[in-house]
């Protein structure tokens, strides 16, 4: 018999064979996935209506958990407790929808009572369990088998080694659909728009641009001059307009060279000698990110924001972009 202290010094030991067990678990996963897994996904494919993911006790957590990754990710879905369904929450249900039911032993009696009102209305049900003889695998049009050799609990009995893979194998079901869209970040983005990765995506040149106090130099103006107002304007360059339209842009690695160049004659130039006369430029409804790629593509760590008409409206800078 082992003291307390000699347990507590094997916490970690426990934890590692906890982890090597259920990895290993999720490995062997890999050898259930079979035509169900692909009638099921093209069942959710096809699905009309919602996702209707419902579970008891532990497979209700992990049937939540897998109702918020379809949702996120494309598939209209939500959870329903079976035991809610007898006090109005069967309301939501349509012949449009499909069920997906989790249940490791697949006999659980809250889950079974609800089936039969699901089948009464003529709504696909996808069971996945454990045990491939239950009576949910039975009454299932798809049923993915989601078996463990032995749960990670050292008495073998707390869900453990069975949620994980049941987790695990909700989120093989999410991707696989993602795959079949062919679900995009921008689409992710529309389902998470006040998630950091939804705002990167969603915010355009309009939400981030300076607007005030540009660095607004004319062509005509000596490079002396211009170092100033570059300097000024805190974004390390200075913009050229004709009629409000962009004409070119200098940077202070433009003047830096040109110093290098001309030396004693740098201070006889004009900013016309050495801009840019066809800077990166984008539309006010450009997104961060594709700026970001720009600036990348090319090297470049400022773009300009113009109208159709060539019209500057803003800048946006490397800055700016990190949101």
Known sequence: MTTITERLAQARTYAAQ????????LTELIGQLDENFDRAVEMI?????KVIVTGVGKSGNVGAK????LSSTGTPSFFI???????GDLGVMTADDVVLALSNSGQTDELLRFIPIVLHMHVPIIAMTGNPTSLLAKYADAHILVKVAKEACPLNL???????AALAMGDALAVALMRVRDFKPRDFAQFHPGG???????TTASDVMKTDDLPIIPQDMHLGEAIIHVSKGKLGLGVSLTDGRVAGLITDGDIRRAMERWQSEFFDKT?????????KCVSPDTKVTEIQRIMNRHKVHTVLVVDQQGHL???????RCMI
Not at 158 to 164: F, Q, Y
């Open 18 to 25: 906890c982890l090597q067990d259920e990895a290993q678990a």
């Open 45 to 49: 494919f096809h699905c009309r209506g």
């Open 66 to 69: 897998i109702a918020a990754t």
């Open 81 to 87: 407790n079976p035991l809610d369904v007898y006090h």
């Open 158 to 164: 707390a869900p453990t080694s069975s949620t994980t």
């Open 196 to 202: 950091e990765l939804g705002k990167r995506l969603l």
């Open 271 to 279: 900013v016309s000698d050495i801009m840019t006369t066809h800077p």
């Open 313 to 319: 409206l803003g800048i946006v800078d490397h800055y």
